[in-house]
């Protein structure tokens, strides 16, 4: 059989028997839902990241706003999204009352940039003159990271928390001052905290599952809290003892909240991806090599552009086409991929676009967002992927563009 002939969606999870061992130990254990195992994946992640407070939870949506939440973001508030971002970076500040500033940036590698928060500060400053510009959210987008010392610097300058969206970076790492070698994205060497997400296309998955790094232990304990509906069963100082006498059952709701937890069963699946994680980030890194060798002649596509400041753990293979120029249909180049089983993506539409944001706020001018979309489609990369399964994708993108 043809190793080409098989559907090849733009990612892919990979479950071997250790996996399905570690789950199906859990299944028979005691617990399903909260038990042992939520710490251990944690202490396991504050350990890889070097950092001493995560906090996983049931998706990297949810990571998102425990994280707004917790860093106080509200109704009085405004924050600075990137455009180039899934939806969940603007929904989850949104959902707590923010209203959102969308920044640009940059048209390459759809990374933020220093120069594009300083214009979308100013802008906030302007539009919002009465609230509290609270947060920026840096997504590190397809892998890659951005350069977090200069935005860390402005956005404290600002008085502004610094969030990394950080749920394509699981795995990747810095090196923004050769004196202190590399870091891992995660130890929020240069922000206040990073969420992680765990969906099956994500550098390692949980099925679906999240978790929050934060720069402080108040912070990712005031997160725990949050995670389980603002239930706390540690301190029963608050009960008014006439009402509710302090037992073994007493718990006190510090602050009404919902159920973001990750349950046993999926951090068990967790605990066994992320020891593969560092071989997975090298074998992501070998197949994005095997891409850059072959479309680097081609004269009509190139892959985003590298950033030297950091090692990647790739999560997308973003390559980069003018349509326009070449008076080509992306829609058209789509549709021959998919005849000849390659399922590419695009990530993402710029969400300033999108229709309940131009209707709340008219139809900013983001050019470099804008123009990163037209341009920018995500081949196929999964773990499986073989030199000839990258060959056939290249070759037939190559035929698409080219009849």
Same mark, same amino acid.
């Not at 061992?21 to 710490?39: H, N, Q, Y």
């Not at 180039?84 to 940059?106: I, K, M, R, W, Y």
């Not at 934060?214 to 029963?236: D, V």
């Not at 005849?339 to 008219?362: A, D, K």
């Given at each position: ?9 733009? $990612? ?37 990241? @070097? ?12 990571? #998102?706003?425990? +994280? ?49 928060? #300083? ?39 600002? @008085? ?8 394509? +970076? ?9 004196? *202190? $070698? ?34 402080? *232990?108040?912070?990712?304990?005031? +997160? ?24 073994? =059952? ?15 069963? #999926? ?5 066994? !991806?992320?020891?593969? #994680? ?17 479309? +680097? ?11 030297? =400041?950091?090692?990647?753990? =790739? ?7 003018? *349509? ?11 549709? *021959? ?11 993402? !539409? ?54």
């Amino acid at each position: 059989m043809n190793e080409n002939s098989s559907v090849m969606n733009y $990612g892919r999870h990979k479950i071997d028997d250790k996996d399905i061992d570690a789950v199906t130990k859990v299944l028979r254990s005691e617990f399903l839902t909260t038990g042992p195992l939520v710490e251990k994946f944690e202490n396991v992640l504050t350990n890889y990241f @070097g950092n001493q407070n995560t906090v996983v939870c049931n998706n990297g949506t949810s990571a #998102l706003f425990l +994280a707004s939440k917790t860093l106080g973001v509200s109704t009085n508030d405004v924050v600075i999204v990137p455009s180039q971002t899934f939806l969940a970076t603007a929904n989850a500040p949104h959902l707590l009352g923010a209203e959102v500033v969308f920044s640009d940036v940059d048209p390459d590698t759809g990374l933020l940039r220093a120069e594009d928060l #300083l214009n979308a500060i100013h802008l906030a400053r302007k539009r919002y003159p009465a609230k509290t510009l609270k947060a920026v959210f840096v997504v590190q987008l397809n892998g890659q990271v951005a350069y977090m010392p200069d935005i860390w610097k402005l956005a404290k300058e600002h @008085g502004c928390f610094v969030i990394e969206d950080a749920c394509h +970076a699981l795995g990747a790492s810095t090196n923004f001052d050769p004196k *202190f $070698g590399l870091k891992k994205v995660g130890g929020c060497e240069f922000s206040d905290s990073a969420t992680f997400s765990f969906h099956p296309v994500k550098n390692i998955t949980t099925g679906e599952g999240g978790a929050i790094a934060f720069r402080e *232990f108040k912070h990712a304990s005031l +997160a725990m809290l949050y995670r389980n509906h603002g239930m706390n069963r540690e301190s029963l100082t608050s009960l008014d003892v006439s009402l509710m006498p302090a037992s073994s =059952w007493s718990y006190v709701c510090e602050e009404p909240s919902l159920n973001f937890r990750l349950p046993d069963i #999926l951090c068990a699946l967790g605990i066994s !991806q992320i020891q593969k #994680l560092p071989n997975w980030v090298d074998k992501r890194a070998q197949i994005w090599s095997f891409y850059e060798c072959l479309i +680097a002649n081609s004269g009509v596509a190139k892959l985003v552009k590298k950033e030297a =400041w950091c090692e990647a753990a =790739w999560h997308l293979q973003p390559v980069q086409i003018e *349509f326009e120029e070449l008076g080509k249909s992306r829609v058209d180049v789509f549709k *021959f991929l998919n005849q000849r089983n390659i399922f590419p993506q695009v990530h993402y !539409q710029p969400v300033h676009l999108q229709p309940y944001w131009v209707e709340r706020y008219g139809r900013d001018e983001l050019p470099n967002a804008e123009c990163y979309f037209k341009k920018t489609m995500s081949l196929p990369l999964f773990i499986e992927m073989t030199e000839s399964n990258v060959r056939y994708v290249v070759e037939t993108l190559m035929e698409a563009i080219n009849r």
